[in-house]
T-cell receptor, first 108, second 119 residues
């Protein structure tokens, strides 16, 4: 079963703009992870944020976590065409459940 | 570099045949591994948990006789799609958990996936 819900389901922006994706989940978590998947390819791990962390940065990525609202957001700044992909949040400890995903299209 | 591998990366088979997909953790041991299925433009659905030394645990709605899982060692799990049919065509991905640096929480490492096409 799926644990998380991403919103929006699809997002289209111009290159250089920022992209924000949100993820909501249902149960308590140890950590939350964001993944990218290019069309027809495997998953690429982007960032992990632990339940006791509120914000984390990695390059052009910024992730926030609000455990009281059971939600997380992924911000990609200064987007590039190469960022076009589907983005998933995933929650769990030893076992993992994925959200529904956001399809991001960055227009050159 | 990759820490979880899958083989094959793609396979085409005829309806009625069986296909085995391997998932290996390359530099760590995993007593559990997970198998997911992904339909085009959809999210990953957890199919089952592979347990080393015991039976796999299947998610609701997944046919255990259809998708046979064997966790042969601490670094290898296999998924066999038996008597495959066109509706079994999908992208199958495995993952293995490893404790994140500093201990405490687990981080999942995913294989690159296997694309199965049943004709």
């Amino acid at each position: 079963s799926q644990q998380g819900e991403e919103d929006p389901q699809a997002l289209s922006i111009q290159e250089g703009e920022n992209a924000t994706m949100n993820c909501s989940y249902k149960t308590s978590i140890n950590n939350l992870q964001w993944y990218r998947q290019n069309s027809g390819r495997g998953l690429v791990h982007l960032i992990l944020i632990r339940s006791n962390e509120r914000e984390k940065h990695s390059g052009r990525l910024r992730v926030t976590l609000d455990t009281s609202k059971k939600s997380s957001s992924l911000l990609i700044t200064a987007s590039r065409a190469a960022d076009t992909a589907s983005y998933f949040c995933a929650t769990g400890g030893n076992q993992f459940y994925f959200g529904t995903g956001t399809s991001l299209t960055v227009i050159p | 570099g990759a820490v979880v591998s899958q083989h094959p990366s793609w396979v085409i088979c005829k309806s009625g045949t069986s296909v085995k997909i391997e998932c290996r953790s390359l530099d760590f041991q995993a007593t559990t591994m997970f198998w997911y299925r992904q339909f085009p433009k959809q999210s990953l659905m957890l199919m089952a948990t592979s347990n080393e030394g015991s039976k796999a645990t299947y998610e609701q709605g997944v046919e255990k006789d259809k998708f046979l899982i064997n966790h042969a060692s601490l670094t290898l799990s296999t998924l066999t799609v038996t008597s495959a049919h066109p509706e079994d065509s999908s992208f199958y991905i495995c993952s293995a958990p490893r404790r994140a640096s500093g201990g405490g929480s687990y981080e999942q490492y995913f294989g690159p996936g296997t694309r199965l096409t049943v004709t």
